[in-house]
């Protein structure tokens, strides 16, 4: 794998940036021109536009980046471009994590199918018959929700919100993105797992997957590897915004030490209690979890293709993967979103594009990181980006339709 040091000079984000950068003309030939057996390009960046990327992220005040790319069922180019922190100018190197906010959630989706192939869980029985969360408001509609629901995002819950949880439509009626939903169904998961989250998960995915580079916690050498979120520019440029995850991660390793229990093993009311302990007057938020199902993920950029290449259509599957019929459910729209054109799988948002059916999700983490990953199941082929910007959604969007010579619909919404 290559990695690039770019490294960026200070620039005002110019006028109409975002539309520069998401809206240039295509790529006559995406990737770097392979012919693939099948006579498909590869969606590996080509020279000219990663040549053409410290500029690109110049113009859109993104100071760091991570790419990787699957070709044909197999990780087959990462590249890191820019800096961490636009003051220090560490660099992005392999190993640097990034936030992957609401692409945790694919991630999240696949474990709990794990757990329903070993007939741990029912993706149809309701969640209450596992575990009634506190926060539940007077809503018999609560009653109802499953987990299928919470995957597909049909489950009428808010996205985030501080009140008791009630819902605004029927639950399996109508396409409502919540994260809140997400947060009730660790619940479930741990309970029925008897271990924190971040356990969990790191015994059913990132063990096996060889994913060394994800984690749900937080301690010293992952601090030092995480990069630091921006502002748009000049702002971004001169000082860098709050940083909430890595405060209140700074400030829960105290107490991590204190127990002598890592953060990446705590549970919920484990991660409740150390809220509580070092912030008494602030009530603790589901939004702010730091072990979070919803969008907690740390990691690198390859460690979420290799994630993503377990989404494939193979032949082979090792033991511990998902069943081919649990990976076709996650592929398989339970709602439509804008038409059929885009839809929800379980975990995944599903897009009708013009070379076939995508998998895709993106993120955004207090405005300041934001993500974006998109997969071919029948080819074998997906892209990740990771920013560390306000704007790096619209960079994000450029590199995919450059790489890919796709013009995904999702990016007129």
Not at 170 to 195: D, K, N, R
């Amino acid at each position: 794998m290559s990695i690039s040091k770019t490294m960026l000079g200070r620039r005002a984000l110019l006028v109409g940036s975002a539309a520069l950068i998401a809206g240039g003309p295509a790529s006559a030939r995406a990737g770097t021109g392979d012919q693939c057996p099948d006579g498909n390009v590869a969606w590996i960046p080509s020279e000219e536009l990663v040549r053409d990327l410290p500029r690109l992220m110049r113009i859109a005040g993104v100071p760091g980046a991570a790419i990787a790319v699957v070709d044909r069922g197999e990780l087959a180019w990462s590249e890191g471009f820019g800096v961490k922190n636009i003051l220090t100018r560490d660099p992005v190197r392999e190993d640097s994590l990034f936030e992957a906010a609401s692409m945790t959630k694919p991630v999240f989706a696949y474990v709990v199918m794990r757990l329903v192939d070993e007939k741990r869980l029912d993706l149809d029985k309701p969640l209450v018959a596992y575990r009634r969360p506190a926060n539940l408001g007077s809503d018999p509609n609560l009653e109802l929700i499953t987990a299928r629901h919470v995957l597909g995002h049909s489950t009428g819950l808010p996205n985030w919100v501080s009140e008791p949880l009630v819902t605004s439509s029927a639950p399996g009626s109508s396409y409502t993105y919540s994260g809140e939903a997400f947060i009730w169904l660790q619940l479930v998961i741990e309970q029925i797992m008897g271990m924190g989250l971040g356990s969990v998960m790191q015994a059913k995915l990132f063990d096996p997957a060889g994913m060394s580079h994800s984690s749900f916690g937080w301690d010293e050498e992952i601090a030092r590897s995480v990069v630091f979120g921006h502002s748009e520019p000049p702002e971004g440029e001169q000082k860098l915004p709050l940083q909430p995850t890595r405060e209140l991660g700074d400030r829960l390793l105290r107490v991590a030490s204190r127990w002598r229990k890592p953060i990446a093993s705590w549970t919920y009311e484990d991660s409740v209690k150390a809220m509580q302990e070092t912030d008494p007057k602030t009530p603790p938020s589901t939004h702010d979890l730091l072990v979070n199902s919803a969008g907690g993920l740390l990691m690198t950029a390859s460690d979420y293709a290799k994630f993503m290449l377990l989404m494939m259509d193979r032949p082979k599957r090792a033991a511990w993967e998902i069943s081919d019929a649990a990976r076709q459910a996650m592929l398989t729209p339970q709602l439509d979103v804008r038409g059929r054109d885009i839809s929800r799988g379980l975990g995944w948002e599903l897009e009708q594009s013009s070379a076939g059916l995508l998998y895709q999700h993106s993120g955004s983490n207090y405005g300041i990181f934001k993500t974006l990953g998109v997969g071919d199941a029948q080819s074998g082929r997906a892209i990740v980006v990771f920013t560390n910007a306000a704007n790096g959604n619209a960079l994000a969007a450029r590199i995919v339709r450059e790489a890919t010579g796709i013009d995904r619909l999702k990016s007129l919404i």
